[in-house]
């Protein structure tokens, strides 16, 4: 190694080193300039995605669930309030073992067969995360025993919430309806309505009556709370609060008092009766019997009690008022009185002979008056007050099943009212141009008599027959019946109309004779003088008998000899007091036979309350109450 | 002895320029350090300490003369293998991972030691076979470089392994490895690459996956890298306020004070503040290479040379994973994530850059 020889290496060797040291400087300055692009991409670029991501870190919304609005009738009785109450909640998903669990609870505070029943039943429904109700309502004793070993129980809960009531339960359960749990088809429904948002803390929605008609005004607007929660979840502090707003408050047209007067009077009979105020349409009594408590419905059912309910012969969850179809019988004679006079196929001075029966030109067959040997002569008053079938069957044949039609049409007859509740059927009014459509048959002489007394192809619901008879009653100027009448103490436009619905336009003297002949109904001769034996005001009525099976010819009709259930139903339509009516009304008893003999009394005992202040005597919520009542 | 003479004895060996970029960065640190501690003065002061004991270490350095560094460097190389060969089998298990070595009265990290001897010993056997280097010679010092590394890789701890290979594959550069067999490598790397990963198991390949898309996993091993990015890009073009950053006060970002500390300078002070931070590194850096390039001795420039990229390969390392172009490896930003032993390693490193620059700057005058 000669020094000449290591110089040149080491000249070379630096040129080589300086060589890679540019090199190095290149490659430091391209991931610098690397580092630089990542930074802006990051910070400038993408800078609005990561600042909403960070802040959908750091702040959490709280729904605040408003209170629902409460129900009350005309008078201010409370029919349906909150009130707080603590309950014992599980999210499923959050316990490993669901069973155990349930179990080291029961041994803390009281698990009924009931609330676990409910439970099942809840699970099989539930949405994910959602927290179910072991057991609502604690006690303060349960309550105090449970907080203290809540930290052994991992997603277990005790909520404060508020609770829906119903104080009056069954009598008004076919009106209110009832709230119930959110299940998933409602939650796709509100998802679809863009209404999600306004229930992320609701866990409650109205289902039936009242409650479901009206439940975007009851319901509130939700209220929010953003809480800025560090990573752990834990709360910070609270960065700004939307305070929710409290559901409407509904008043009804209902007169709390005279429900229940009418829940009463029927007894043990099942039916249903409308009472409306002829000169408004406000809907004063709207019974279904039976009814069912609706308070077993809120926070879901047990399986026992909803079995019990649904397969009950009875049919409790059935709403008679609003959607049972019952042929309406004699109630039907006055509409008709009032067609024959409108045709001119009648007039108040023509009187038939009635041999107790009426057969059609060339035909033997033999249609029955409900009385044996026939009334005699009989004019168009007296065949309302006797309720002669006979005077009818003659009647509609003379007039033809398609005026009979056009005429009963125009009192709601086969449409639907339009009542402020879902659900509602539009009963029958049949025509030709119907039994062509529904069955491909031409029409029947014989369709048209039977047809005549409200029988055949004929259907009402109690709503529709209610509503007719306030027409009637109010001389043919007919107003929308509805429930609500006040939203937050404004009054309800939509549904209470200051103008009447319709004006049928009828002449005074028509009217005069019906309504005439309706108020002799109640009177010695009348078919429901009973009923209204020593009555104070003046009033107006006529009975109803609906067949349920029919009778054989030749064969006599025997309330003893058929069973309960295919016994006649009876009906009664009143108005009162008759000159200047302030209530209208339709009661059905199922299977109860002559409307005179058990329709006619419970209509007696609501109008005796609702004109005289007369109270049968056990009564227990509501009328009793009514003084001491302060909220 | 009067003041200014001491001063001049204090300053003889140190570096003004060099000095200047790491105070800057290293005030940085302390301004960071507070607001990611949630203002707690503690962890402050014990970064003071941290540099306090780096900056003696670094003095004494810097003051050593060279041949001093090169006499050393065996000893060190040796003591150092034989305490990684001693964690292999005897080292404490901290973490899942065998790194710690007791000695009694403290837990030593040898891989620490390694960051610095390995360079050393490497360019000191460069230095010594200067005249006369061959193919062999590289092979040689490719195998003093794999042995540490394999030996840390499998503790394992793979943020340091792959610094020191950086670090020393910096030296095999420097030496002028030829480009053929840099390229040779590259390609068998490439080649093998298919053939290693169907040798790994379900779990390693989901691993690795994961690192190059961390919302695989968003909630488990990827919620650091994405809480990172949130931090980072939420910043902004200015930043959130010093103390304000909402991912760093509110706990969503993990290992605030070390791992992640950029993530939250990069929240509070935000693009513009990266490139003022960014500025400072390639200052650094900067004063490096020209240190480098006026060394004078062949062992001088290798080791200025590795000291100098291996610091920027820490700080590249640490920003690219944060911000999510590099996979999640535990390596801290150099001179600002809170660390007495890295502290110490670095400042030790440019000790010996400044013990380079100032004994020949020495030498010529």
Known sequence: MTPHVELKNHQRERYLFSLRLIFCLGFVGVLLAILVARTFYLQVWKHDYFDTMAESNRIFVVPIVPNRGVITDRNGVVLARNYAGYTLEVTPDKVPDLNATIDEIGKLVEIKPKDLRRFKKLMSERRSLQTLPVKTRLTDEELARFATQLYRFPGVEIKARLFREYPLSETTSHLLGYI?????????????QDLAANYMGSDYIGK??????????????????????????????????????????????????????AEQAFGDYRGAMVAIDPTNGEILSFVSKPGYDPNLFIDGIDTESWDALNNSPDVPLNNRALRGQYPPGSTIKPFMALAGQHYEARAPGFSISDPGYYMLPGSSHQYRDWKTGGHGKVDLFTSIVVSCDTYYYGLATELGIDRMHEYLQQFGFGKRTG????????????????????????WYPGDTVSAGIGQGYNLVTPLQLAFATATLANDGVAYQPHLVKEIQHAPEEQQAATEPLFDLQIPAEHLKLVKGAMQAVVKPGGTAVG??????????GKTGTAQVIGVKQGEKYDADKVSEYNRDHAWFIAFAPADKPRIALAVLAENGGHGGSTAAPIARKVLDYYLLGKKPKPMQKVVEKAGAEDD | MNLRLLRQRFMLHLDPILL?????????????????????????????????IGFVALWIVANMPLH???RIAVPIYVLGMLMLVGVALFGEISHGARRWLNLGFMNFQPSELMKVAVPLMMAWYFEK??????????????LLLLMPVALILRQPDLGTSILIAASGFYVLFLAGLSWRVIGGLLVTAAASAPFLWNMLHDYQRHRILMLFDPSQDAL???YHTIQGMIAVGSGGLLGKGYMQGTQTHLDFLPERTTDFIFAVYSEEFGFVGNLFLLGLFAFVIGRGFMITANASTYFTRLMAGSITLTFFTYAFVNMGMVSGILPVVGVPLPLVSYGGTSMLTLLLGFGVLMSIHTHQRLVKT
């Open chain 1, 419 to 442: 009542i402020d509740l879902e659900g509602e059927v539009s009963g029958l009014l049949p025509s030709s141009e119907w039994k062509m459509k529904r069955y491909q048959q031409i």
């Open chain 1, 208 to 261: 039936t009556g009242i409650e479901q008609r009206y439940e975007k005004e009851m319901h509130g607007v939700t209220g929010m709370e953003q809480i800025e929660v560090d990573a752990g979840g834990r709360a910070v502090r609270m960065l700004s609060r939307t305070p929710p707003q409290s559901g409407k408050e509904l008043k009804l047209t209902l007169d709390a008092g005279l429900q229940e007067v």
């Open chain 2, 220 to 222: 488990g091993k990827g």
């Open chain 2, 129 to 142: 076979h200067e005249a006369t280097l061959t193919m062999k010679n590289y092979v040689i010092a490719t």
């Open chain 1, 180 to 192: 119930g749990r959110i299940n998933q088809q409602e939650l796709d429904e509100l998802e679809k």
């Open chain 2, 20 to 52: 200047s970029g790491l105070g800057a960065l290293l005030l940085v640190s302390l301004l960071v350090l507070y607001s990611a501690s949630g203002g707690n003065e503690m962890r402050v002061l014990g970064q003071l300490g941290n540099i306090a």
């Open chain 1, 531 to 540: 009923a209204f034996w020593g009555v104070e005001y003046p009033v107006a």
């Open chain 2, 68 to 70: 001093w560094l090169m």
